[in-house]
C-alpha cells in the first residue's frame, strides 16, 4: 500500500520554541493532505486540511497562526507549531490522500506514523 | 449528541471469544464507513470498509444498517494480538468530504 511519512517521530522542545513537523507521500502524490491531533486516551481529531497550492482549512476551534500548514509540493505539508507551549504536547498525525481520485467514490486515506511532540 | 459514538469499553475477553462492537451515527448523509484499529501509540490503520451489503474478511465481519445509522464489526476466535483499539470512520459529502473518526472502543484480548 501507499507510504506516508513523518519527520521527525518524537520531538521535546521548550515552551514558546517553533517545531515543524514534515509529512511526506513517499510513493504517490497527495493533492489533499490532513493533520490530526490525538492527546493521550483520545480520539483523533482533525485539525485541518491541506490543499496543495492553496491555503489550508483549519477546523473549528483550531488557531491557524498557531499552527502553520505549508503544502507546497503533492509529496510534501509541512506542520509548524509556532510558540509551543505544554499543553501543545500531543501526537500529530498526518495522512494524504492521492491525487486523481474520483471525489464521489469512497477512498482511503494513508496515515503516516505520527510525531510525538513534548514541549516542556 | 457526537457526530460518531462509539461504546469506549474496554472489552475484555478471553481468547477464542467472539466479540463485537457497535457504532452510531447521526448524520444521514454519510457516505462511506470503515473500521480502523489503533494500537498503543501508533497510528490508525485500516483493517477494513463496511459495505451496505457486509462484508466479511476472515475473521472479522462488518455490516452497516443505514435505517438505525449504525454499525457493526465482529471479531470471532479472538487471538491476544486483535488486542488495540478499534476505530469507526464516518465520511460525509457535505460540498466536500469531511472525515469523523469515533472515539474508539478498547479490546484487550487474554490467554
Known amino acids: 500500500g501507499a507510504v506516508v511519512s513523518q519527520h521527525p517521530s518524537r520531538v521535546i522542545c521548550k515552551s514558546g520554541t517553533s517545531v515543524k513537523i514534515e509529512c511526506r507521500s513517499l510513493d504517490f502524490q497527495a493533492t489533499t493532505m490532513f493533520w490530526y491531533r490525538q492527546f493521550p486516551k483520545q480520539s483523533l481529531m482533525l485539525m485541518a486540511t491541506?490543499?496543495?497550492?492553496?491555503?489550508?482549512?483549519?477546523e473549528q476551534g483550531v488557531e491557524k497562526d498557531k499552527f502553520l500548514i505549508n503544502h507546497a509540493s503533492l509529496t510534501l505539508s509541512t506542520l509548524t507549531v509556532t510558540s509551543a507551549h505544554p499543553e501543545d504536547s500531543s501526537f500529530y498525525i498526518c495522512?494524504?490522500?492521492?491525487?486523481?481520485?474520483?471525489?464521489?467514490?469512497?477512498?482511503?486515506?494513508?496515515f503516516g506514523p505520527g510525531t510525538r511532540l513534548t514541549v516542556t | 449528541r457526537k457526530e460518531v459514538e462509539q461504546d469506549p469499553g474496554p472489552f475484555n475477553v478471553p481468547e477464542g471469544a467472539t466479540v463485537a462492537f457497535n457504532c452510531t451515527y447521526s448524520?444521514?448523509?454519510?457516505?462511506?464507513f470503515f473500521w480502523y484499529r489503533q494500537d498503543c501509540r501508533k497510528e490508525p490503520k485500516l483493517l477494513m470498509s463496511?459495505?451496505?451489503s457486509g462484508n466479511e474478511d476472515g475473521r472479522f465481519t462488518a455490516q452497516l444498517n443505514r435505517a438505525s445509522q449504525y454499525i457493526s464489526l465482529l471479531i470471532r476466535d479472538s487471538k491476544l494480538s486483535d488486542s488495540a483499539t478499534y476505530l469507526c470512520?464516518?465520511?460525509?459529502?457535505?460540498?466536500?468530504?469531511?472525515?469523523?473518526f469515533g472515539a474508539g472502543t478498547r479490546l484487550f484480548v487474554k490467554a
Open positions: 470512520v464516518v465520511k460525509l459529502n457535505t460540498g466536500g468530504f469531511k472525515t469523523i
Open positions: 495522512s494524504a490522500r492521492e491525487r486523481g481520485r474520483d471525489s464521489t467514490i469512497s477512498y482511503e486515506q494513508y
Open positions: 491541506s490543499n496543495e497550492g492553496s491555503k489550508a482549512t483549519y
Open positions: 448524520n444521514s448523509a454519510s457516505q462511506s
Open positions: 463496511v459495505y451496505s
